[in-house]
């Protein structure tokens, strides 16, 4: 199974020894591409002795310094969750994740991308902004205490029940996903057209607007031409505003369109 392209994602993970325990529970199930994000001690002998012969999968680990750089060249990412957040996010139970991860890693869309948070508190709201959809392991709802390790390895395991399904096999995508390096230079162009039409944030502190439009692509899953699609609507509206800037010679410019909520964000 290590020949396709998914990969765990460990984010400022603090204790060396979870991550040595997580590349156990990688081969374990036959995966291999692990990527470590700010790391605060790697590598570190206690790694090494967690790993219980999963050395090889430390010795490939990549090293980053951001999310960004871990997930560039990926199509669908996925976030780990303990909680449920279905109001904006999609959330999948580990078993129907490990079928989606398989589909989408044989149909040769980029790397699948499984993100753990911190050992304390989990994923960030920023870092999930990166992610389409959660991934929740059901445990015990009286008592949802999975460390890192114990998450990764039930996710594995069923990525693996996944792969050894009879008819498994996904048709390639006629289109592949927007990897998240296209999806960001989406939303920096959707920023800039908002702020040149003078579209207002009137959300809950002005702050949250951005976090909700990319809440709500992300839950779209975009392929990489509806994505060029969009940004060439953008470059459109650019070039006939600029145009009508000029007609207008310095008059009003029509105002400002506004954007209204009194939500929080989640």
Not at 13 to 35: C, D, F, Q, Y
Not at 138 to 155: F, K, R, T
Request: hydrophobic share 40%; net charge neutral; charged share 25%.
């Amino acid at each position: 199974m290590t020949d396709l392209p998914i990969r765990f994602v460990l984010i400022d993970t603090s204790h060396p020894g979870n991550i040595g325990a997580v590349a156990r529970a990688m081969k374990n199930m036959g995966l291999s591409e692990l990527v470590l994000v700010n790391p605060r001690q790697f590598p570190d002998p206690e790694a090494t002795a967690r790993a219980s012969g999963a050395d090889d999968v430390l010795d490939r680990a990549r090293v980053v310094g951001t999310l960004a750089e871990a997930i560039a060249d990926c199509g669908l990412v996925m976030g780990t969750t303990a909680r449920t957040r279905e109001h904006y996010f999609r959330v999948l139970e580990a078993r129907e994740a490990g079928q989606r991860i398989v589909a989408e890693a044989r149909a040769g869309s980029g790397a699948v991308a499984v993100l753990f948070g911190t050992e304390r508190f989990g994923l960030s709201n920023e870092h999930l902004l990166a992610t389409p959809a959660l991934l929740r392991i059901p445990a015990n709802p009286a008592y949802e205490s999975l460390n890192i390790a114990m998450a990764a390895q039930l996710i594995a395991y069923e990525i693996r029940m996944a792969w050894h399904e009879p008819g498994g096999a996904a048709a390639p995508r006629e289109t592949p996903l927007a990897t998240p390096q296209q999806m960001e230079l989406f939303y920096t162009h959707l920023g800039q057209v908002m702020q040149e039409a003078e579209f207002r944030d009137r959300t809950q502190n002005g702050t949250h607007l951005m976090a909700r439009i990319r809440r709500m692509f992300n839950r779209a899953e975009l392929d990489s031409n509806e994505v060029n699609i969009l940004r060439g609507i953008l470059k459109a509206v650019q070039k006939q505003r600029r145009s009508w800037v000029d007609a207008r010679s310095g008059g009003n410019e029509g105002g400002a369109i506004e954007a209204r909520s009194t939500a929080t964000d989640g």
